[in-house]
């Protein structure tokens, strides 16, 4: 449907008042988890979120945050910023990323498509680059997947293919890069042993090396380009196993930062530099963190870093990382179609609109939350404020990180009434909560709380309406767990630290002196996900949501 045939008027909630300002709060990895040491959110002094949970029952709940409720595979996946954030704006389920290059995969379509069509066409005389996240973590990719798609590109006639790594330990456990790296080399092993010449070629820490996000350090993509395209690293190994046990051996190294690194051949050659004639895909199915790649392996105009060298090659995404920037323009899964989002309907109903977070965030509260889409639906409408984030430290040396000049802005935003949605998120449980630092995810907590109070004492000064919730779990639950939910222990007898996200669920409060009297959260929803929070919230403005859209959490009773 084209967005000129949609009708965009919302009909008015028979109940529910227009005109208030409406709050949303997202607390970026903030998930409700039993109170024990590892919980940093427990730990941490969190007197503003420990109000709204014990302040009013029926305006407090938990909502899926996780799996199937987000669009992912199954309900073993953790819930992830990208689908988090598109469920939370987007008011519908989706099948994401992860499913539909799986469905691609099963099926074989995904060879018989225009982008592996495009690439194909190298086989004959080049290689065929992979490069991406080599975990299982199923946010940004899947080993599985890239096993599939080895054997699929060999047996559609890839002869030579290099594979460029970059280890995880922040969607997976530190330390698991070793394993992955092996289960790839015995893959690679099969291939060679049947007439493909199949490697790895260069690798590093995704957080180091390639995968920064939101143009916050061009300077990681620059690592990644010099060791992938180039061959050039400050780490020469012949084996890729021995170059990641032998980079994690420095005292404070771990999976997600560890140095870029080449692989070479006896001359000391790099066996698999990006040249001309080449085809190259990167295999990452969420954009994010592959969209700066992107644009340096496809735009001849590119000046955020000297490429040295800027091959003629045929390149492909797994998926397309930028609707609107057609980024990649070839790609072998299409994206998920996120249309009619509640930011845009908003928009046309006459909701002035401001979101606000920091740089490593700030693409979560607008292009995932409005369906994968950058820039203004209405720009005499909207206003979208991006806090330059640090960069070049992890989040543990600053865990307040810019949580109260968000809140600052958010509040001036609230106060200034200009604006009818004040929406954020506040990064802190999940960026620090990353690092595996506890103390540090204790002392992020409490400025996320912190910030949170500021925007709610706005809301009191205005009449306003809050909603408070969050995109997945994080800080939560800082160990990984036995069925039983104890802490396991590794090997030396320390416990397992868990960087990643989590199942766990929710929390979304409402209140504020805006809140009809009436307003409580049904309890007819018990299965309510991130997906029902846009109906709530286009309620709390005012008006019934689309009669597609997930139902709203929220019902109002007379008094
Ligand atoms: O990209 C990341 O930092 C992690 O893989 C997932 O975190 P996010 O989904 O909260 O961004
Ligand atoms: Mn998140
Ligand atoms: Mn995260």
Redesign the pocket.
Known sequence: MGSSEISWKLADHPKLPKGKTVAVVVL??WGEASPDQYNCIHVAQTPTMDSLKQGALERWRLVKAHGKAVGLPTDDDMG???VGHNALGAGRIYAQGAQLVDLALASGKIYEGEGFKYIKECFDHGTLHLIGLLSDGG??SRLDQLQLLLKGASENGAKRICVHILTDG??VLDGSSVGFVETLEKDLLKLREKGVDAKIASGGGRMYVTMDRYENDWSVVKRGWDAQVLGEAPHKFQSAVEAVKKLREEPKANDQYLPPFVIVDESGKAVGPIVDGDAVVTLNFRAD?MVMLAKALEYEDFDKFDRVRFPKIRYAGMLQYDGELKLPSHYLVSPPEIERTSGEYLVHNGIRTFACSETVKFGHVTFFWNGNRSGYFDPSMEEYVEIPSDSGITFNVKPKMKALEIAEKARDAILSRKFDQVRVNLPNG?MVG?TGDIEATIVACKAADNAVKIILDAIEQVGGIYVVTADHGNAEDMVKRNKSGQPLLDKKGDIQILTS?TLQPVPIAIGGPGLAPGVRFRNDVPDGGLANVAATVMNLHGFEAPSDYKPTLIEVVDN
Do not use: K, L, Q, Y
């Open positions: 970026d990895g992830n910023s990208e946010v940004h922040r969607d963190r999940d990353h996200h």
